[in-house]
């Protein structure tokens, strides 16, 4: 068969035809519609079944493409020029200076990609010495507050723009020069050397300008008692790393007084008890129980208004022992069992090394304390009035006149700076500030007095700020700015330098317009203010050096102050004092909310008191003699009325240890435009608490008396973290006295460790010798003063969020690190522990409750106590609790399903559940609950979700964090300090971590001392946790 | 021929005949539902309601919602889960341990009994199910293998050996309640006239001919069954015990818990079937089934494991004194003389105090008094667990963190909640199947041909 069968498509090949073979030589057979396509034809549908698959096909594809795609896109924007400084992910540290009160601590900021997140005290400080109170901790939340103001505002209005601010206010203040009306700046103290430059200058453009400064809580009576006694009005710098023997009326020196987180150092020094250097003795008579005198050895309740006779009373017996005269006194001047006369043969024997010290207002009273000082020789040893304390020197009288001035319009303008009168003076200044012609305030929020202002130039924070500071003559602090002012805002001292004309000339700054964070920092006119000054001082090298370091101390000036006081002139006051007839009233400072100018910031109100452990409301503390007297329970509220004011339902707390006649109240709550946390009116937000400084009257004085008390109708319960307070006399503190430890260091430890029967061998990671590492923590009971810095600290560190007070009244709150506090009641027999025996003493009482009076206190911190043998991990269904080989009980959030078993099986109810979500939830509106609160959240630490367990990680992330140092820029481990945030934070180094293997560290040390014992050892849960004996010095007197 | 004793009471009263039983135990099932079926019905719908609307409001919003705090970390949820499991003890101990000691008055109350525990371990299984912070994940404590990496679960933690234990108590009462229907199912398969109810009841009764063979296969795993669950008797509230006994906790951490439970757990099963039984006989015609002479069985019983338990709190009191442990020591003064001292006595009274009352006959006999009496021993029952549970964990070991606890509405709802799904259960049970084993009780008439 021939192969030429011949196949065809068409008729068209078959016929070959031409026009067909022509088209075959072509690419596209057919004509393309190319015509049609582009004329206006082609935009219609009249594709045909091949487009329509071809698009079917593509769309369908693409379709499946983009929903492939899961997740929102969120973009993270790089940074277009990196800052040299900033390596993402690793934090850099600024030194500066504590804005959180007017002491004036040296801080260390830390901040992470652009953002502070952590204050802690910075170690070259004088006043720090490395810790930093809850106060100072929570001030940079305020950085990131929501009721800052983002823009000036005039008469209430939000104006974007700093020119007409600047022009309306400039122009208002030349008409008032010109017409020679008087201007007040009311300040706080101010120390800083160029701010007082800025008021100078503005001063110098504004002759009719008076700077007056005020401190919400005075100090007018030591301030004018020395002013009369040494013809010097300020401070002096207290030495109390000095003094073996500590007497304190009434002055909570360790809390609120002064310089807190500086006595506290260094009033620790002493209190460890030492072989060598002794242990120092500390007498505190007052009449409500602070935390200072928790802290005592002798704590004797002394009613407040007879503190000048007490006082008095101690000079005698020290005037008696060296032959000097001595001031008549009123009968009954001496304390119950004359504890006055022992505190003065404590004092005679430590003469030249011992301190005296009153927190009272009275300038009387700081009258005789000086005399006594100076009897004691105490100056230039305990006392230096030379190189004194520029933190507090707010005149008092200064103030009075301003507020009448400007009601009966003699001054026409006031600026307010750090002040907020309306508050913390009483509310009469609103209408007098109506009056002024002009009124400005450069508070960073709307607050009571900004409110009513016509102007407020809001001051960048101080974590935003160039400053200085000298809180002690001759020490300077700089501040240093660690992010670009969140807000339109502007330093205060820049707005008064630019309305006195009087800024310095801008360096032309290539970049300053890059917004790049360094050269828009040194480019602010402030900036150079201070620069200029201080390198003309000292030379630019050592202005960089001292900013690097935060400060520099110049050296001290030498010679004693002159005393020319005389106590002789007091007499006629004295005899003439009568203690009130009626119920005394002290006015104190919270330890977290302190004077109140951090109005809305929820980690102080979340921080339970020291003592009575109550969080988010001030109370009027009563002693037990007046609660039975009225008949008030837990959930009783009073009304109280003195000088004038009325409150009605106030919430009552029983503190024991409150002097009988005696109640007490906090300053710094009732904001009435403090925000959403602190209460607004405006916003519609009720206050916190009753605002306590309308009782003052003019002499600031703290002490109201004849206040008049009766129980309220209604019932408010508080929150309270701590609702147990007797330990039922347990084993769980050991205590002892110094006395039995000279002779014994195991005094009060002696009980035997337990004996364990055990058929396991102990794991390989705890024996010694082992090469990893073995993480402990060792707390000195001795040193831990009580103060819950430690507890903001580590709030801050590990993201803990503030749950409310509601929550908190469940008992619910999230804290890691708590201060169980637990009062043992003293008879003159015995001292009580237990709840029943108090109750048959209280049974048998005739209504003095003399016992209530006498409690005696112990702190003691409580976190998670990673026990070798842990008791929550072994119950844990799905492992979520674990243990590491490194002595770590370690917390899954991840696998957590939320059985809580753990939490239950925990002897020390360290374990904190998620009972919701706490972070983007409008139920727990706090910093979690917006972007600008979020920026402090340390991004080291998970946020954790709803329904997981927490608890104490010993700062995981920190010791993750030397590790990878050491493995990345080489060393050794055992040369790397690793902080926890507690123990970071600690004033008086209370708290100490770090690795059991290495036998020469400080932890493997302490863990060996005599006085280490772990509480609930007899469970042989082997916690890693280990305390030191509680000495108290109170055979001594 | 069945011998008829001259002292003992018979099991079956009435003279009633094989065809008697099956008419009266069909009955309802084949007939419209009763209006007292209809009024309990929907009561016991709304209570489901209350717990369906509990329930989301703590899943939607948190744990949060329920009173629980920082100390007492386990409140109603958890008292709720034992009391539930308790009750659910008394249907495997009628069918199983009855059986093998050949208790033939067990068969006219076993198939509710029966019920009764697969419809309490279904109230119970929702506390440990809801009390879990994220309960979206719980399957995480299943030891399933997973891609999450080498997570396993704990195998040393109790509430792993009770997520076995109600499991496995849970399926094995199901299978015995199951098998133990299949003639009865067959029996009304015969009789319903609807294809739907046809279609159902025949592809439950699988096949059921009723021929020889089966029977005795029928038997012989009754048997098998019955020897499975007697163990579980005693294991799942052992276990259930070993939650508190193997944890540190005053007051939780003791031996004599398992013995201790497995009374508790009789004590109010068998509290929970009274209160049921004299209900049902009443309501349901069926007093010649359920006799006063089952009723008085059932008050002995609880009479001995009210004393038994009661035996148990003393000697808890006993070695709580005896240890010189001064946490334990406070933990039961602090039960009886603390500030939850009422939910202690109320526990004591119901629990070893009431029942003396049935040393009497006529407490044995009188059923109303009978279902009085019940429900006191489970108020007693609830309490215990409460007392257990709340005042071990409020007062431990650090004063610093004793608190009160007080149930929220939700933890209220929720517990009101399970009775709606006990008795939801226990209705449709009581319409669609029949409540009393026929082809058993059958076996003991005493006219039986």
């Given at each position: 068969m021939s192969n030429n069968i011949k196949y065809w498509k068409g008729?068209?090949?078959?016929?070959?035809?031409?026009?067909?073979?022509?088209?075959?030589?072509?690419?596209?057979?057919?004509?393309?519609?190319?015509?049609?396509?582009?004329?206006?034809?082609?935009?219609?549908?009249?594709?045909?079944?091949?487009?329509?698959?071809?698009?079917?096909?593509?769309?369908?594809?693409?379709?499946?493409?983009?929903?492939?795609?899961?997740?929102?896109?969120?973009?993270?924007?790089?940074?277009?020029?990196?800052?040299?400084?900033?390596?993402?992910?690793?934090?850099?540290?600024y030194r500066s200076t504590c804005g959180g009160c007017n002491a004036g601590c040296g801080v260390e900021v830390k901040v992470r990609e652009g953002r502070p997140i952590k204050l802690d005290g910075s170690r070259d400080s004088v006043i720090s010495k490395g810790g930093l109170c809850a106060t100072g901790q929570a001030s940079i939340l305020s950085l990131y507050d929501t009721e800052r103001l983002a823009n000036p505002l005039i008469k209430n209005e939000e104006v974007t723009d700093w020119t007409s601010l600047d022009g309306e206010i400039k122009s208002k203040l030349a008409v008032l020069k010109a017409t020679g009306k008087k201007i007040v700046l009311l300040s706080d103290t101010i120390n800083s050397p160029s701010t007082l430059r800025a008021i100078a200058a503005f001063k110098e453009t504004y002759t009719n300008v008076e700077h007056v400064s005020y401190d919400a809580v005075s100090y007018q009576g030591i301030l004018q008692a020395n002013a009369t006694d040494f013809n010097k009005r300020s401070l002096p710098h207290y030495h109390f790393e000095n003094a073996k023997a500590i007497v304190s009326f009434g002055a909570d020196f360790l809390g609120t007084w002064i310089s807190p987180v500086e006595f506290q150092a260094d009033y620790a020094k002493n209190r460890r008890p030492s072989a060598e250097g002794g242990m120092s003795v500390h007498i505190q008579f007052e009449s409500t129980l602070s935390m200072t005198g928790t802290n005592a050895d002798h704590r004797f309740p002394m009613q407040a208004s007879k503190e000048l006779a007490n006082v008095a009373t101690l000079y005698n017996y020290l005037a008696k022992a060296k032959g000097l005269a001595q001031i008549p006194v009123p009968a009954n001047s001496e304390l119950a069992g004359n504890a006055i006369e022992k505190a003065s043969k404590l004092l005679l024997k430590n003469a030249g090394k011992s301190l005296v010290i009153s927190g009272s207002n009275n300038t009387e009273i700081q009258q005789l304390v000086n005399a006594i000082n100076m009897l004691l020789e105490n100056y230039n040893s305990t006392i230096d009035l030379t190189n004194q304390s520029n933190q507090f020197s707010g005149n008092d009288t200064a103030v009075q006149a301003a507020f009448e001035g400007l009601n009966k319009g003699s001054i026409s303008g006031v600026i307010?700076?750090?002040?907020?009168?309306?508050?913390?003076?009483?509310?009469?200044?609103?209408?007098?500030?109506?009056?002024?012609?002009?009124?400005?305030?450069?508070?960073?929020?709307?607050?009571?007095?900004?409110?009513?202002?016509?102007?407020?130039?809001?001051?960048?924070?101080?974590?935003?700020?160039?400053?200085?500071?000298?809180?002690?003559?001759?020490?300077?602090?700089?501040?240093?700015?660690?992010?670009?002012?969140?807000?339109?805002?502007?330093?205060?001292?820049?707005?008064?330098?630019?309305?006195?004309?009087?800024?310095?000339?801008?360096?032309?700054?290539?970049?300053?317009?890059?917004?790049?964070?360094?050269?828009?920092?040194?480019?602010?006119?402030?900036?150079?203010?201070?620069?200029?000054?201080?390198?003309?001082?000292?030379?630019?090298?050592?202005?960089?050096?001292?900013?690097?370091?935060?400060?520099?101390?110049?050296?001290?000036?030498?010679?004693?102050?002159?005393?020319t006081g005389n106590v002789s002139a007091l007499a006629a006051s004295i005899t003439k004092a009568q203690a009130s007839t009626g119920y005394d009233l002290v006015l104190y400072q919270s330890i977290g909310v302190k004077d109140g100018s951090q109005g809305n910031n929820p980690w102080l109100y979340e921080l339970p008191d020291p003592v009575s452990k109550v969080c988010w409301d001030n109370y009027v503390a009563v002693p037990k003699s007046i609660a039975v007297k009225l008949g008030l329970d837990e959930e009783s509220t009073v009304n109280i009325e003195a000088n004038g004011v009325k409150y009605e339902n106030v919430p009552a707390f029983v503190q024991p240890g409150q002097a009988n006649n005696t109640i007490s109240l906090a300053v710094g709550y009732g904001h009435t435009h403090a925000g959403k946390v602190g209460g607004s009116l405006e916003k519609g937000f009720a206050p916190i608490g009753v605002n306590a400084y309308p009782f003052m009257n003019t002499t600031r004085d703290v002490l109201i008396g004849d206040v008049k008390i009766t129980?309220?109708?209604?019932?408010?319960?508080?929150?309270?973290?701590?609702?147990?307070?007797?330990?039922?006399?347990?084993?769980?503190?050991?205590?002892?006295?110094?006395?039995?430890?000279?002779?014994?260091?195991?005094?009060?430890?002696?009980?035997?460790?337990?004996?364990?029967?055990?058929?396991?061998?102990?794991?390989?990671?705890?024996?010694?010798?082992?090469?990893?590492?073995?993480?402990?923590?060792?707390?000195?009971?001795?040193?831990?003063?009580?103060?819950?810095?430690?507890?903001?600290?580590?709030?801050?560190?590990?993201?803990?969020?503030?749950?409310?007070?509601?929550?908190?009244?469940?008992?619910?709150?999230?804290?890691?690190?708590?201060?169980?506090?637990?009062?043992?009641?003293?008879?003159?027999?015995?001292?009580?522990?237990?709840?029943?025996?108090?109750?048959?003493?209280?049974?048998?009482?005739?209504?003095?409750?003399?016992?209530?009076?006498?409690?005696?206190?112990?702190?003691?911190?409580?976190?998670?106590?990673?026990?070798?043998?842990?008791?929550?991990?072994?119950?844990?269904?799905?492992?979520?609790?674990?243990?590491?080989?490194?002595?770590?009980?370690?917390?899954?959030?991840?696998?957590?399903?939320?059985?809580?078993?753990?939490?239950?099986?925990?002897?020390?109810?360290?374990?904190?559940?998620?009972?919701?979500?706490?972070?983007?939830?409008?139920?727990?509106?706090?910093?979690?609950?917006?972007?600008?609160?979020?920026?402090?959240?340390?991004?080291?630490?998970?946020?954790?979700?709803?329904?997981?367990?927490?608890?104490?990680?010993?700062?995981?992330?920190?010791?993750?964090?030397?590790?990878?140092?050491?493995?990345?820029?080489?060393?050794?481990?055992?040369?790397?300090?690793?902080?926890?945030?507690?123990?970071?934070?600690?004033?008086?180094?209370?708290?100490?971590?770090?690795?059991?293997?290495?036998?020469?560290?400080?932890?493997?040390k302490l863990h060996r001392n005599e006085r280490a014992f772990s509480v609930l050892d007899e469970l042989n849960i082997q916690p890693s946790v280990k305390y030191m004996t509680k000495i108290r010095n109170t055979e001594t007197i | 021929m069945i011998h008829d004793s001259l002292i003992r009471e018979r099991l079956v009263t009435g003279d009633k005949t094989a065809a008697d039983v099956t008419r009266d135990i069909s009955r309802p099932i084949l007939n419209q539902p009763s209006s007292a079926w209809k009024i309990g019905f929907t009561l016991s719908l709304i209570f489901l309601g209350i717990f369906g609307v509990s329930l989301f409001w703590t899943v939607w919003t948190g744990i949060g919602v329920w009173n629980i705090n920082k100390s007492v970390m386990w409140g109603w949820d958890i008292t709720n889960f034992v009391f539930w499991v308790g009750i659910g003890h008394a249907g495997t101990l009628i069918s199983a341990v009855l059986l093998l000691f050949r208790q033939k008055w067990?068969?006219?109350?076993?198939?509710?009994?029966?019920?009764?525990?697969?419809?309490?371990?279904?109230?119970?299984?929702?506390?440990?199910?809801?009390?879990?912070?994220?309960?979206?994940?719980?399957?995480?404590?299943?030891?399933?293998?997973?891609?999450?990496?080498?997570?396993?679960?704990?195998?040393?933690?109790?509430?792993?050996?009770?997520?076995?234990?109600?499991?496995?108590?849970?399926?094995?009462?199901?299978?015995?309640?199951?098998?133990?229907?299949?003639?009865?199912?067959?029996?009304?398969?015969?009789?319903?006239?609807?294809?739907?109810?046809?279609?159902?009841?025949?592809?439950?009764?699988?096949?059921?001919?009723?021929s020889t063979r089966s029977w005795a296969r029928y038997e012989l795993v009754s048997l098998i069954l019955a020897g499975i669950s007697t163990p579980l008797v005693l294991s799942v509230h052992t276990i259930v015990s070993a939650d508190f006994a193997t944890s540190v906790i005053p007051g939780w951490h003791t031996t004599i818990f398992p013995p201790y439970f497995v009374a508790g757990a009789i004590f109010s099963g068998f509290g929970m079937v009274a209160t049921l039984l004299v209900v049902a006989r009443k309501v349901m015609n069926y007093e010649n089934y359920i006799t006063i002479g089952h009723l008085e069985a059932m008050t002995k019983i609880i009479m001995v494991t009210g004393t038994l338990v009661g035996i148990a709190y003393l000697t808890e009191f006993f070695i709580a004194w005896y240890s010189i442990n001064e946490y334990e020591q406070y933990a039961f003064i602090n039960r009886a003389t603390g500030p939850y001292w009422w939910a202690y006595w109320s526990m004591m009274s119901c629990n070893l105090l009431a029942p003396q009352v049935f040393w009497f006959k006529w407490a044995r006999t009188t059923p109303w008094f009978i279902f009085t009496m019940s429900i006191v021993v489970n108020v007693g029952m609830w309490f215990e667990r409460f007392v257990i549970i709340v005042t071990s964990l409020h007062r431990d070991y650090l004063p610093s963190s004793w608190v009160m606890y007080s149930g929220s509405l939700t933890e209220v709802g929720l517990f009101l909640g399970t009775f709606g799904i006990f008795f939801t259960c226990f209705f449709l049970f009581a319409k669609f199947l029949p409540v009393i084993n026929m082809s058993e009780v059958k076996t003991i008439l005493r006219n039986r041909e």
């Open positions: 008729e068209e090949e078959l016929n070959r035809d031409p026009q067909f073979l022509a088209d075959q030589k072509r690419e596209f057979g057919e004509a393309l519609p190319l015509e049609q396509a582009l004329s206006d034809e082609g935009f219609e549908l009249n594709s045909n079944r091949r487009d329509f698959l071809k698009y079917f096909g593509f769309s369908v594809t693409a379709v499946a493409l983009a929903s492939c795609s899961k997740t929102k896109v969120r973009y993270a924007v790089p940074y277009l020029v990196k800052p040299e400084e900033i390596t993402p992910g690793v934090a850099s540290y307010f700076y750090g002040s907020n009168p309306v508050f913390n003076q009483n509310k009469e200044w609103a209408a007098a500030i109506a009056k002024a012609k002009l009124s400005i305030s450069f508070a960073a929020t709307k607050d009571e007095t900004a409110a009513v202002c016509q102007y407020v130039a809001p001051d960048n924070h101080f974590l935003e700020s160039w400053s200085d500071a000298e809180p002690l003559k001759g020490l300077i602090h700089f501040t240093q700015p660690t992010i670009t002012p969140v807000f339109n805002t502007r330093q205060a001292q820049e707005s008064l330098l630019n309305w006195a004309g009087a800024l310095p000339a801008n360096e032309i700054d290539a970049l300053k317009n890059k917004a790049i964070l360094s050269q828009k920092i040194e480019s602010s006119s402030f900036y150079l203010f201070v620069k200029n000054y201080w390198e003309g001082l000292i030379g630019a090298e050592d202005f960089q050096k001292a900013l690097e370091m935060g400060g520099f101390e110049l050296p001290k000036t030498e010679g004693i102050a002159v005393y129980k309220g109708s209604e019932k408010y319960i508080l929150a309270q973290t701590q609702t147990h307070h007797s330990i039922e006399g347990r084993d769980l503190v050991r205590e002892s006295t110094f006395t039995s430890w000279k002779k014994n260091p195991n005094a009060g430890n002696e009980k035997s460790a337990p004996h364990i029967y055990t058929i396991w061998e102990k794991a390989e990671y705890r024996k010694d010798g082992s090469p990893n590492h073995l993480w402990g923590m060792a707390i000195d009971l001795n040193a831990c003063t009580g103060c819950g810095s430690c507890i903001v600290s580590c709030s801050i560190e590990n993201n803990v969020p503030v749950v409310g007070r509601d929550e908190i009244r469940l008992r619910r709150e999230m804290h890691w690190i708590r201060i169980d506090r637990y009062y043992s009641f003293v008879t003159d027999k015995e001292k009580m522990t237990r709840e029943d025996d108090i109750a048959d003493v209280d049974a048998y009482d005739k209504g003095d409750f003399k016992h209530w009076e006498n409690v005696s206190v112990i702190h003691q911190p409580m976190m998670c106590q990673h026990c070798a043998q842990a008791p929550c991990e072994t119950v844990c269904p799905v492992l979520a609790t674990s243990h590491s080989s490194e002595g770590l009980n370690m917390m899954t959030y991840n696998r957590c399903i939320g059985t809580k078993y753990c939490g239950n099986n925990c002897p020390y109810k360290v374990r904190r559940f998620n009972w919701f979500r706490f972070n983007d939830n409008d139920k727990f509106d706090f910093h979690f609950n917006n972007p600008l609160g979020k920026m402090v959240i340390n991004p080291d630490v998970t946020v954790r979700t709803r329904g997981v367990m927490e608890k104490c990680s010993f700062c995981v992330q920190r010791i993750q964090e030397a590790k990878l140092t050491v493995k990345r820029k080489g060393g050794n481990m055992k040369e790397v300090k690793i902080e926890t945030a507690c123990q970071r934070a600690c004033p008086s180094n209370a708290i100490v971590f770090g690795d059991l293997h290495n036998a020469d560290s400080e932890i493997s | 067990r068969m006219s109350i076993n198939r509710s009994a029966e019920a009764m525990t697969i419809f309490a371990v279904v109230c119970a299984a929702m506390f440990p199910v809801f009390h879990m912070g994220r309960v979206w994940v719980g399957y995480w404590a299943l030891p399933l293998p997973n891609s999450f990496g080498s997570l396993w679960v704990n195998f040393n933690s109790p509430l792993l050996w009770d997520v076995f234990a109600i499991s496995t108590y849970f399926s094995v009462s199901l299978l015995f309640w199951y098998i133990g229907m299949i003639p009865d199912i067959a029996t009304i398969r015969d009789k319903v006239k609807t294809k739907t109810a046809k279609f159902w009841y025949n592809f439950f009764s699988m096949g059921w001919t009723g």
